[in-house]
């Protein structure tokens, strides 16, 4: 039969109607004619597929037909998950398979294909069982002869298919032992708890099978020909020194191997795992010696490895910022308590709880910035949002079982040898390695000092940091405070100095002189100790081409005629010399380390296996082992950047880097690197190149009559960013409008009652007790009225059926507050970037929707429609066009201003963004208050005066409602900056000397809870004076505030039995501030982030209807 005549065939079998519920899929597709008795398998095959593709309820649409914002938002594993699941295949197979039984079929490779197909098509990720594929397949085999050929097969595959979705054996045990690391690395592979553990052997990946040479070179010989540096090359890709001062982190995390006098070099001391024993140690001795003991915290700015001292400056420092970055983790998680984990926890048991979930986040955020930001360097990617990620499962070809991840790793002594980067040694790093050497071996130079002196001198050195407590440790002579700390200031000038201070380049004959005794202890030790392969078999075994002549290993005659002279025979270039003196790879896109063709092959061998053979970076890394928030912090990077070395730098050194520092974002390049990098992508406009300055001098006023001088004075005190506002004008608009503070009061009171209405649910078994989001009511019902006093186009408000919904218009202007309030604060550099480009893309949006409502009003309607629906693409059409009375008067008043609509622009978004978000600010605060068990009577009273309804009962309970957020309040008013030399007064009375450029920081108890302004601040007081708005927002949103708050709360406290529901409220965080004792206080969402504002996050209420 011809194709044309299969594919009429085709025509005609389309033409009986399906119908769902009564024929199955392959009854449908294979009707009872005599015709298709008559096809080839391979006709028939080509038949079904085209049936199926018509049938599918699944529209397919082509690259060129998906939104680009739906491409953008797509991840790479949604990617493979939408290509791989592929239900027509293994539709297609059953139905092949019951031809087998009831038809003969010529072509026997179809039928023999029929299990890897149907493999295949079932064991793929995203498989919609809705389709009931596996029920068709199971229903089939249950029809068909036991005995026959094509039955046994299929079943085979069905046990492959139900066997491979369960490791085999298990990689994760429940229990509290299996959930956190061991200090010594143990239990990482739960069936050999041994393996990759601290004083274990290292392995070998390399059978050598040359013959050794009977008289091997002098390795002093061998150091002075092909090493020793000779002149300093700088690294061709621009890297910075810190990049491999993090690489030294790296390697001494995972190598450690003794000389000492009745040790063995086979044992390798620390772990094999990226678990930082740099910084906790390598067994429970030296955990506990950096442990306080309290809350899973750290000693201050202590670490765990001796080595650290022996190492660049650089190099310590990175080690203190982990140290640093696990204990605001742990006060983080603690702070968040998540599910109410540590409720019932306290003393060791709290502790250890802590400490193990603080160093899984930490180590997580290790291991992030080694995949985002240190091999993206490695391969040249030039901050691509892809990165090499060798953590995710990954199914089998075939579809049967996955690619093995979890299951250990054990670091094999050829490695220990690979990652002697010491020709990569910076300028910056080879002066301080002299001093430091020198001061150890006065009066002798490196070629003098032996390597039995140099271990000699290591372990006095070891010695010395073993009997002191690290809390004490003398790391490069670095002053430590009254707490144990570092100058944040010390340690921020030598991440920034090793930033600019570009590496060397990979190469022969480049090691620093002061090298030359290590490098003949590591040769001695590669062959007489673990008598290693040589580099052509160590070649072999990584899949690369041997070398048949020294001149191919590096073509540089001085170099290949050296070794050919030490070695005679290519064949013999021990391991060693071999890696370290190979040519270089050139700097090329995909290779920017540049070190010789096989190292840079083997690192990456090397990432994998440490990575994704680590059971808690695999099978154990989880929300529910880190928490939500923990894996959050550390798996999202920093924003400026695609990488997380950023967020380290900026939470543990707060102030010390601006938010937008390509030091602190991009701080494995040196800047002029960085700098070409950003032109070419046309973003360089958005960061700060200069070299950061010394950190801002921050002020804490804790005095009213400061604050108030401070929040008032604009001679003296302006807040970044800065904007104009004409508050008169604005006021005197909502004035315009008749009857105004009725027209607030009953649009909050009618729409909130709706809304808890709407959105609350039955919490009792009667129906009386229901439940309701209070920030979801309060923060709806601000943006609605938002939009109906500015006519904003908002879904369901005042009649119209398109726009955006309130809840997202309340994000919309949250944003830009949020900025306006924590943007200031440079001790907040890790957060700001969000925070401004959140702000700026939604500033911008407000914008186009507020100028195109002027214009509207105004009565040019022609350019509205395509302005407003290309630009901001939020009105749908005429019908939201329409404009209320209520915003026409106010609209009236502005007008008649004479100002022209960029100004009044300027004007509406201001005070829109000022007034929408404060009300749930200040109601979650007050309710949280009057809802605590010890406020009950201050609750009932509020329940009285709920009931009435008349001014006198509304202003008392606004008052209240103050009252109680003044004694809760937590979030500070804007920071400013003083624009010249000023003098303040402190709470004690003292004078404040204030210079131009400092910053003054309000806090909220010097606001609110002055003991100057009442003789018991503390006290709840209904008729306290202290103003409180005054650090909430301008004149128009207190006079909206006034009104709103009572209109609002009033619908909830008319209601018995209001309480908080089990949940509680949602927690809060304390970020870093201007002082160790004044935080910054984080609103933490739902996700586990934290937010200045309450938004993304729930507070629910019970209350009886």
């Not at 602190?664 to 002029?672: E, G, K, T």
């Not at 960013?721 to 009171?749: C, G």
Request: net charge negative; proline share 6%.
């Amino acid at each position: 039969m011809t194709t044309e005549k299969v594919s009429q065939v085709g025509i005609s079998c389309h033409e009986p109607t399906l119908d769902p519920n009564s024929n199955s899929f392959l009854d449908y597709l294979l009707p009872s004619r005599p015709v298709f008795q008559t096809l080839s398998a391979s006709q028939l095959k080509s038949l079904v597929q085209d049936k199926m593709h018509q049938t599918t309820d699944t529209a397919r649409l082509s690259a060129t037909e998906v939104p680009k914002r739906a491409q953008s938002t797509m991840t790479q594993a949604q990617r493979k998950t939408s290509s791989a699941s592929n239900t027509a295949v293994g539709q297609m197979q059953s139905l092949l398979g019951q031809l087998s039984r009831t038809r003969i079929v010529s072509d026997v490779k179809l039928l023999a294909q029929a299990p890897n197909l149907i493999l295949s098509g079932l064991s793929a990720r995203g498989l919609d069982d809705r389709k009931l594929l596996l029920e068709q397949l199971i229903t089939l085999l249950a029809s068909m002869p036991v005995a026959s050929n094509i039955s046994q097969k299929l079943s085979d595959a069905l046990i492959r298919i139900i066997w491979g979705n369960l490791p085999h054996p298990p990689v994760s045990f429940m229990g509290r032992a299996y959930r956190f690391r061991r200090a010594d690395g143990s239990d990482n592979n739960i069936i050999n708890p041994k393996l990759g553990a601290s004083n274990q052997p290292y392995s070998r990946n390399v059978q050598r099978t040359q013959p050794q040479m009977v008289n091997l070179p002098d390795p002093g010989t061998v150091y002075d020909l092909l090493l020793a540096r000779d002149s300093f090359e700088p690294h061709p890709t621009g890297i910075s020194s810190l990049l491999f001062n993090f690489a030294n982190i790296i390697i001494h995390d995972i190598f450690s191997t003794t000389r000492e006098p009745g040790a063995h070099s086979a044992i390798n001391q620390h772990s094999s795992y990226l678990d930082l024993q740099v910084v906790y140690g390598a067994n429970m001795e030296e955990l506990q010696r950096v442990r306080t003991g309290t809350l899973g915290l750290l000693k201050a700015d202590a670490v765990g490895d001796w080595r650290m001292a022996m190492m660049p400056p650089a190099t310590a420092a990175l080690a203190v910022l982990f140290s640093r970055s696990h204990n605001i983790i742990a006060k983080r998680i603690y702070e968040i308590n998540e599910a109410h984990r540590f409720d019932d926890l306290e003393g060791e048991s709290l502790d250890e709880e802590l400490f193990g979930i603080a160093r899984l986040v930490n180590c997580g955020l290790f291991l992030h910035i080694i995949l985002r930001d240190y091999i993206p360097v490695i391969l040249n990617t030039n901050d691509a949002e892809w990165y090499v990620n060798p953590l995710d499962q990954i199914k089998n070809i075939g579809g049967f079982g996955s690619l093995e991840r979890g299951i250990g790793n054990s670091v094999a002594a050829e490695f220990s040898v690979l990652y002697r980067w010491h020709a990569a040694v910076s300028r910056m790093d080879e002066e301080w390695m002299n001093d430091f050497l020198q001061s150890q071996f006065p009066g002798k130079r490196p070629e003098e000092v032996s390597s039995r002196e140099f271990v000699d001198a290591a372990a006095a050195l070891k010695s010395q940091f073993h009997h002191t407590d690290p809390s004490e440790w003398n790391l490069h002579n670095w002053e430590r405070d009254g707490q144990g700390k570092f100058n944040d200031g010390l340690l921020a000038q030598v991440i920034k100095d090793a930033v600019q201070d570009v590496a060397a380049a990979f190469r022969a004959r480049g090691h620093p002189s002061w090298f030359r005794p290590i490098e003949i202890l590591g040769m001695l030790t590669a062959r007489k100790d673990w008598a290693l392969c040589t580099m052509n078999e160590f070649r072999h075994f990584l899949g690369l081409k041997t070398y048949s002549s020294f001149s191919e290993w590096n073509p540089d005659p001085k170099v290949y005629k050296a070794a050919e002279m030490l070695y005679g025979d290519i064949e013999n270039l021990e391991l060693y010399p071999g890696l370290m003196a190979e040519e270089a790879k050139p700097s090329i896109p995909g290779s920017g380390l540049c070190p010789g063709y096989t190292i840079s092959r083997g690192i990456l061998s090397d990432a994998a296996a440490l990575t994704r053979g680590d059971r808690f970076y695999t099978n154990d890394f989880s929300t529910s082992n880190l928490t939500s928030q923990g894996y959050h912090y550390c798996t999202t990077p920093q924003s400026g950047s695609h990488g997380l070395m950023g967020k380290l730098i900026m939470s543990t050194l707060p102030g010390q880097f601006p938010y937008n520092s390509i030091y602190a974002l991009f701080p494995f390049r040196v800047p002029d690197r960085t700098i070409s990098m950003l032109k070419e992508k046309r973003t360089l406009e958005h960061y700060d190149t200069s070299y950061p300055a010394l950190a801002r001098n921050w002020h804490v006023i804790e005095s009213y009559s400061s604050s108030k001088h401070i929040l008032e004075d604009s001679r003296y005190f302006v807040p970044l960013p800065s904007t104009k506002y004409d508050e008169n004008l604005m006021t005197s608009a909502i004035h315009s409008i008749p009857r105004w503070q009725d027209e607030v009061s009953d649009f909050y009171s009618i729409n909130t009652d709706t809304l808890m209405k709407e959105h609350s649910v039955s919490f009792s078994p009667s129906g009386r007790q229901r439940i309701v989001d209070l920030l979801e009511v309060v923060n709806t019902v601000s943006a609605q009225f938002t939009s109906m006093l500015f006519a904003l186009p908002t879904c369901g408000s005042h009649g119209m059926q398109l726009g955006v919904s309130p809840q997202d218009l309340f994000a919309t202007l949250a944003k830009p507050l949020a900025y306006a309030m924590y943007g200031s604060f440079d001790f907040q550099g890790h957060q700001t970037w969000q925070l401004e480009e959140q702000a700026e893309v939604c500033t911008r949006s407000l914008k186009n929707l507020i100028w195109a409502r002027l214009h509207t009003v105004d009565g040019l309607l022609s350019p509205v429609f395509s302005l407003v629906q290309g630009i901001s693409n939020v009105v749908g059409g005429p019908g939201n066009i329409a404009v209320n009375d209520l915003a026409k008067q106010f609209y009236d008043t502005l007008f008649a201003s004479g100002k022209n609509n960029d100004e009044l622009v300027e004007d509406c978004l201001h005070m829109m963004v000022s007034m929408t978000a404060t009300h749930s600010l200040v109601l979650m605060q007050a309710f949280k208050w009057f809802l605590d068990e010890e406020n009950a009577e201050h609750l009932s009273a509020v329940y009285t005066l709920a009931q009435k309804n008349e001014p006198a009962s509304n202003a008392e309970l606004r008052n209240r409602i103050m009252e109680a957020y003044r004694l809760n309040s937590i979030t500070p008013p804007q920071g400013k900056f003083a624009l010249q030399a000023v003098g303040l007064t402190d709470v004690d009375g003292n004078k404040v000397h204030v210079q131009v450029g400092d910053g003054v920081y309000i806090s909220p108890s010097a606001l609110y809870r002055d003991p100057h302004l009442s003789q018991d601040p503390e006290r709840f007081s209904p008729s306290s004076k202290t103003p409180v708005c005054l650090g909430l927002g301008d004149t128009p949103t207190q006079l909206i505030l006034e009104v709103a708050l009572p209109a609002i709360a009033k619908q909830f406290f008319k209601h018995s039995g209001l309480g908080m529901a089990p949940a509680g409220p949602p927690p809060v965080v304390n970020d870093a501030g201007p002082t160790l004792n004044e935080k910054l206080p984080y609103f933490v969402s739902n996700q586990g982030s934290g937010y200045p504002l309450p938004i993304n996050t729930s507070m629910h209420v019970i209350y009886e209807a």
